[in-house]
C-alpha cells in the first residue's frame, strides 16, 4: 500500500487539523510555555527586536530612540538570537510549518500575479507593523495569551480585530478583487 | 451544461471564496466551476461555503501544493 493511501497518514499528515484539535494544542502548549519560561506567546514583540536588530546592524543609532533609551526594551535587542527564546520560537514555528506542509507534498513557493498583489502586502505589513506597536501586540500577545491570561484586554482587542477585519474585508473588495 | 475554469494560482484567503461567490452567481444550474488554488485554507473555506449552499463539491489534488476545486451549480 502506498503511503498515500494510509489513512493514518492522510488524518496526520495529509489533511488539515479539525479547529478542536488545534485549540486544544495550542492551549497546552501555551500553558507549558507559561510555565518554562514566565511569559505567554507573542510574536509581534519579537518582530520588533528583529526590526531593532537589523537597523542597529546597518548602523541605525538606537541610543537617540526615545523607546529604546528603556532599558527593558534594549535587553531584547542586545539578548543575542539563539539566546532569546521569543525569537527561538518564532524560528520553530517557520521550521515546523515548513516541514508540515513539506511531509504532505505541499510545499510550494507561490509566484506574484500582479503588482496590486505586493502593493497589498506591503500596505497590509506596514499598518499591522504600526498597529501591533500601537495596541502593544498582535493576534497572539494581544488576544489569544490576553485571553487565556484571564485579561480583559484580550475581549477589547477581539472585538476591534472584528471591526478592521470587517472594513479590511471591504476595502480588499473594493480594491483587489 | 457549462464548463468554467477561475484561475486562482497565487491569491491567498479569502480571495478564491470571494472570487468562487462571485463567479458562481453568473453560473446556470448544472454549470460546473473549477477553482484552481494553491493556498491551503482556500480548499477548506470555498468547499465549505458551497456545501453549505447545497452545490456538488469535489477537490482534487493535482500537484505539489496545488489544488482543483469542483462545484456544480445545483439551485
Known amino acids: 500500500m502506498k503511503l498515500e493511501e494510509n489513512k493514518y497518514f492522510k488524518t496526520v499528515v495529509k489533511d488539515a487539523w479539525p479547529y478542536t484539535v488545534g485549540a486544544i494544542l495550542l492551549a497546552l502548549f501555551n500553558i507549558t510555555l507559561l510555565i518554562v519560561r514566565g511569559s505567554p506567546w507573542g510574536i509581534s514583540g519579537v518582530l520588533l527586536y528583529w526590526g531593532a536588530k537589523i537597523y542597529k546592524a546597518l548602523g541605525g543609532p538606537l541610543q537617540n530612540w526615545a523607546f529604546y533609551s528603556n532599558p527593558a526594551n534594549l535587553k531584547g535587542v542586545e539578548t543575542p538570537f539563539f539566546s532569546h527564546a521569543g525569537s527561538l520560537m518564532i524560528l520553530g514555528i517557520i521550521i515546523g510549518a515548513f516541514f508540515a506542509s513539506l511531509a504532505a507534498s505541499q510545499f510550494k513557493i507561490r509566484k506574484i500575479k500582479t503588482y496590486r498583489q505586493v502593493i497589498a502586502a506591503v500596505l497590509g505589513g506596514l499598518l499591522m507593523g504600526y498597529a501591533t506597536r500601537v495596541a502593544l501586540g498582535c493576534n497572539i500577545g494581544g488576544f489569544f495569551s490576553a485571553v487565556a491570561s484571564f485579561s480583559l484586554h484580550g475581549w477589547v482587542f477581539g472585538v476591534f480585530v472584528m471591526v478592521g477585519a470587517w472594513i479590511g474585508s471591504k476595502l480588499l473588495v473594493k480594491f483587489f478583487m | ?75
Open chain 2, 1 to 75: 451544461m457549462a464548463e468554467y475554469r477561475l484561475d486562482c494560482f497565487g491569491e491567498a484567503c479569502p480571495v478564491p471564496l470571494l472570487k468562487a461567490q462571485k463567479k458562481l452567481a453568473d453560473l446556470k444550474v448544472g454549470d460546473l466551476l473549477i477553482v484552481e488554488v494553491d493556498h491551503s485554507c482556500a480548499i477548506k473555506n470555498v468547499p465549505e461555503w458551497a456545501r453549505k449552499e447545497g452545490h456538488n463539491v469535489e477537490i482534487e489534488e493535482i500537484g505539489d501544493g496545488e489544488w482543483e476545486i469542483y462545484i456544480q451549480k445545483t439551485k
